[in-house]
């Protein structure tokens, strides 16, 4: 039968009240279990899924959910049971959650589901997102997580996340208790997240070191000669990498590189964006309102990155959904020709200002989610807007850009599929399309590398280049924290077809939402251990920084990554010459001249 709300409540009040009436281990328990009001549970969806009560033997509860997944929906939470919190928790607070579960049916025997613990409603911060994948027979999983934040009765709520494969799930038997001050017991253990392919023996690791000797090195031969041309043995030679050729950047906030009083934060804040990037991406006073509000930071922030270095990101011209354009752009919702013309307005002048200072224009975000824009416009109006934007800065490389590809466990294959789908579009109408945006937000559903191998080989497919636009990780454990970012960077630095990645955010003191996101620096501007891993691939591991002798004949042949080099030469007499080079792909033939 079909699962109406008033049934799922129904369904959820008795697998709690039962398990909370057998909790025999005297922890309090933080899930409701009297009136039906005091529950909120449904499906997001119930097209995606049906729910079934039925009665439970041979366990510890005697009534138990069956819920058939009959469709995978577009995102695992369109299919989900939710319950609220009846108790006030703290953060820091333990609590343990168990429950039981089994797949049912012979053409899927197994099936997947993910216990979440988050905030009901803004924001839904999550101090939990724990995947479990369940067999034919009942298994009791347990599940110890620390609250991340304070809660009043009813802020939180706890989820089973049902919108997979086509399946079958039975649960029963739930507890959520709250696990008194001091040590846990012996027989209870905190759950520690990770992911496949963390080891340090991970097979996926030797694949990827290769591919980076392959494709992020070069060989580079330097001749030393004398002011007549001819060669200089045994003269010493030093190459010294000052700037990698793959773009290392970060977004960056406006108002902290405007001008005014440089307090010690400004002062920080700008001496380690030279220090640590080569590239950013200015994080909101590029889009359509923040452009309108204040085009002046915008001008002055993308001077300043320019002024020392850094090539600058255009994030972004166009971001399709209503919630992310000025309040006045949809008084023209029921004039489409006035809608299209205020788009081609607005991007013609944004970018048109800046061009020639914009390495990179985002020219639509996030097209898969928002598309309001594109629903009252026509198929072809996204190629429109990117002509519209290569005629107003040439010679700015033009980005789609989307988020939920790599992310999400890569499991999302529904924003995977759609996302190829706008890229195929683009394609298709000849737009200007230079390079292929991924977002890469990750939370507690860490993507294994080889999975991320996958997802971007997938892309590279259409030919372009891939650019990580946006890239943090809100997980509470630091130690795992740095480890996936130093094998989300291995991965995407020896991919081929990737030529970038951007941290959003790397500062605490900057981040509104979730500052444990940011991954170089906490508010008080220590590194963390995330940081550190940054600080050693991209400036120890994976730079270069030669010294020898030429040989008889004036040469040194050495190999090292790609980038811009100053390459000095001194002679046994001791005269001494420096130039700047590019070693690039393939082979690089420098001549010092000593004078």
Request: proline share 4%; charged share 25%.
């Amino acid at each position: 039968m079909s699962l109406a709300p008033s049934l799922l409540r129904i369904g959820v009040i008795l697998l709690i009240a039962a398990a909370c009436a057998r909790a025999a281990s005297g922890y309090e328990s933080v899930l409701p279990s009297d009136a039906v009001k005091r529950y909120a549970a449904g499906f997001a969806n119930d097209s995606y899924g049906r729910l079934e009560i039925i009665p439970t033997r041979g366990q510890p509860f005697d009534r138990s959910l069956r819920v058939h997944t009959l469709r995978r929906p577009k995102k695992s939470y369109d299919l989900q049971l939710s319950v609220k919190t009846k108790r006030t928790l703290h953060d820091g607070e333990l609590l343990l959650a168990r429950f039981h579960a089994r797949a049912r049916g012979l053409l899927f025997p197994k099936a997947r589901a993910e216990f979440v613990f988050e905030r009901a409603g803004n924001g839904y911060e999550k101090s939990s997102l724990y995947p479990f994948e369940a067999d034919s027979r009942w298994r009791l999983f347990e599940h110890v997580f620390r609250v991340q934040g304070d809660y009043k009765a009813g802020e939180a709520q706890v989820n089973f996340r049902l919108g997979f494969n086509r399946q079958t799930m039975e649960i029963g038997g739930v507890e959520l208790l709250r696990l008194p001050e001091g040590p846990l017991p012996s027989n209870i253990r905190l759950t520690r997240l990770s992911y496949d392919g963390r080891k340090t023996s991970a097979l996926w690791r030797i694949a990827a070191e290769r591919r980076i000797e392959r494709h992020r090195k070069g060989n580079v031969t330097v001749e030393v000669v004398d002011a007549r041309g001819r060669p200089v043995p045994d003269a010493a030679v030093r190459l010294r990498m000052i700037r990698h050729a793959f773009r290392f950047g970060a977004a960056v906030s406006a108002r902290y590189l405007q001008s005014g009083p440089a307090t010690r934060n400004k002062r920080l804040y700008r001496s380690e964006i030279i220090r640590l990037f080569n590239a950013a991406v200015i994080d909101n006073a590029l889009k359509w309102s923040q452009w309108n509000n204040q085009k002046h930071w915008a001008v002055e922030t993308v001077r300043w990155l320019r002024h020392h270095g850094l090539a600058v990101r255009g994030h972004n011209l166009v971001w399709p959904g209503w919630s992310h354009l000025p309040d006045e752009l949809r008084r023209l919702e029921k004039n489409p020709q006035e809608l299209n013309r205020a788009i081609e307005k607005h991007i013609s002048e944004e970018a048109g200002l800046l061009s020639g200072q914009i390495a990179e224009w985002d020219v639509v975000n996030e097209p898969y989610d928002n598309h309001d824009l594109t629903d009252l416009l026509w198929d072809w109006s996204l190629a429109e807007w990117f002509r519209w934007a290569r005629k107003a800065d040439p010679r700015a490389r033009l980005f789609v850009n989307d988020t939920g590809v790599l992310n999400r466990g890569g499991e999302d294959l529904s924003h995977q599929e759609g996302y190829e789908r706008i890229i195929r579009s683009l394609i298709q109408y000849k737009a200007p399309l230079d390079a292929i945006g991924l977002q890469a937000h990750f939370d507690r559903r860490l993507t294994a590398p080889s999975k991320l191998a996958a997802i971007l080989d997938r892309f590279a497919r259409f030919g372009k280049p891939l650019t990580i636009t946006e890239f943090d990780i809100d997980v509470p454990d630091e130690s795992l924290r740095a480890d996936y970012l130093r094998d989300f960077m291995t991965i995407c630095f020896s991919h081929p077809a990737v030529d970038g990645i951007f941290l959003w955010e790397f500062w605490e003191g900057i981040v509104s939402g979730n500052p444990r996101a940011a991954l170089i620096f906490d508010k008080n501007w220590t590194l963390k251990p995330s940081g550190k891993v940054w600080e050693r691939l991209v400036f120890t591991q994976w730079w270069t920084d030669v010294k020898g002798k030429t040989d008889r004949a004036g040469r040194l042949s050495a190999r090292g990554f790609l980038g811009t080099y100053v390459i000095s030469a001194e002679g046994p007499d001791g005269r001494y010459q420096e130039v700047r080079a590019q070693l690039v792909l393939g082979e690089t033939r420098v001549v010092v001249a000593l004078k």
